[in-house]
């Protein structure tokens, strides 16, 4: 499922966002679970396993993130094409004030 070869012309998304601090975090969490399930110290015991499930967590976040910003460059692509491709639908209007736009006021006293 990997990225076509044109996503590697995008950049890439910075190590620290969303989807890899949450994914990171559910790892980490998760390795806790599993250790407070065991019976064990859950921030104590396994801290290899929690440092591991953490960092695949971050990873899986970051690749998330790269797939999800292809997506949206190849849609916005695509809207910017067929803009440009049917002028006609995307006239543009007349502008209006904003005293043209709001009605008179007329207290009820």
């Not at 969303?18 to 399930?37: D, E, F, H, Y």
């Not at 019976?39 to 440092?51: F, N, T």
Request: charged share 25%; with cysteine.
């Amino acid at each position: 499922m990997g990225l076509p070869d044109e996503a590697k012309a995008l950049p890439p998304p910075g190590i620290i966002n969303r989807n890899s601090v949450w994914l990171g975090v559910i790892g980490w969490c998760s390795a806790m679970l599993q250790n407070a399930l065991n019976r064990r110290p859950p921030m104590k015991s396994g801290v290899h396993r929690q440092a591991l499930l953490a960092s695949i967590g971050w990873f899986i976040g970051y690749h998330v993130t790269k797939h999800e910003n292809y997506t949206y460059a190849r849609l916005d692509r695509d809207m910017n094409e067929y803009v440009r491709l049917h002028p006609e639908n995307f006239s543009d209007k007349e502008k209006k004030t904003f005293a043209e736009i709001v009605e008179p006021f007329h207290p009820i006293r």
